[in-house]
């Protein structure tokens, strides 16, 4: 769905920082699930990447805030750059999440868009 996202960090709720605290706990919950790829630990924030081949990503899918920048605040938080994606920190993109109830649904999820460190 396009208002729906798949969150597997720092914004989950009760996790978000006071700079973007208000828009997650606007967010309504659909459910828990996972999603195909490696979830890396980068100290103050941990980062995913879809692989198909690896293991599963833990998280939950969330309906998004009905407020217009509800989005631009999050990719602005996740350093998103949607007009330089090739320059951004996390990319927002469009995944598969298995929900535990068996269902998929497609959501936005933020994965890391950078090389990764041999300290991850």
Same mark, same amino acid.
């Given at each position: 769905?396009?208002?729906?996202? &798949?969150?597997?960090?720092?914004?989950?709720?009760?996790?978000?920082?006071?700079?973007?605290?208000?828009?997650?706990?606007? &967010?309504?919950?659909?459910?828990?699930?996972?999603?195909?790829?490696?979830?890396?630990?980068f100290?103050?924030?941990?980062?995913?990447?879809?692989?198909?081949?690896?293991?599963?990503?833990?998280?939950?899918? &969330?309906?998004?805030?009905?407020?217009?920048?509800?989005?631009a605040?999050?990719?602005?938080?996740?350093?998103?750059?949607p007009?330089?994606?090739?320059?951004?920190?996390?990319r927002?993109?469009?995944?598969?999440?298995?929900?535990?109830?068996?269902?998929?649904?497609?959501?936005?999820v933020?994965?890391?868009?950078?090389?990764?460190?041999?300290?991850?």
């Amino acid at each position: 769905m396009e208002n729906r996202l &798949f969150v597997y960090g720092t914004l989950r709720p009760g996790h978000a920082p006071a700079e973007i605290a208000d828009v997650v706990a606007a &967010f309504k919950p659909v459910g828990k699930g996972t999603i195909q790829g490696k979830l890396y630990d980068f100290g103050d924030y941990p980062g995913a990447v879809l692989d198909h081949e690896t293991s599963e990503v833990h998280g939950e899918v &969330f309906d998004l805030p009905d407020d217009p920048d509800a989005l631009a605040r999050l990719d602005a938080y996740e350093e998103f750059h949607p007009r330089n994606p090739e320059g951004s920190l996390f990319r927002r993109v469009r995944t598969t999440v298995t929900l535990l109830n068996g269902s998929s649904e497609t959501c936005w999820v933020y994965v890391y868009n950078r090389d990764l460190p041999t300290s991850a």
